[in-house]
């Protein structure tokens, strides 16, 4: 079992960077991928990054890269995603995810954390 418990969300100006922290323990937390998924209001629920657990390989949606950097400090069992240059359009409740494997669905994912409110204001 993998408990995951983000933090780092909250109200930021357009222009603005958020750091996201997510939290993971449980039995063996470091061989698990982790990916950032957000839900804005009315939306579904959509990929927005992920970074495997062997390589620290990363991966991004297209209108984050250049913007958003996942990563991972394996000796705190501890992943992030550092946001900059936010948008209205970046505002959502954003979920960390663990999985043993990888893929942009959230049905690949096993575990999944509470989320943190991200509120981007214009």
């Known amino acids: 079992q993998v408990q995951l418990v983000e933090s780092g969300g909250g109200l930021v100006q357009a222009g603005g960077s958020l750091r996201l922290s997510c939290a993971a323990s449980?039995?063996?937390?470091?061989?698990?991928?982790i990916a950032w998924f957000r839900q804005g209001p009315g939306k579904d629920r959509e990929f927005v990054a992920w970074?495997?657990?062997?390589?620290?390989?990363?991966y991004y949606r297209g209108d984050v890269r250049g913007r958003f950097t996942i990563s991972r400090d394996g000796a705190k069992n501890t992943a992030y995603l550092q946001m900059n240059s936010l948008n209205p359009e970046d505002t959502a409740v954003y979920y960390c995810?663990?999985?043993?494997?990888?893929?942009?669905?959230?049905?690949?994912?096993?575990?999944w954390g509470q989320g943190t409110q991200v509120t981007v204001s214009s």
């Open positions: 995810a663990a999985g043993s494997t990888i893929g942009m669905s959230p049905a690949v994912y096993q575990y």
């Open positions: 449980g039995s063996t937390t470091r061989t698990y991928n």
């Open positions: 970074i495997t657990w062997k390589d620290y390989e990363t």
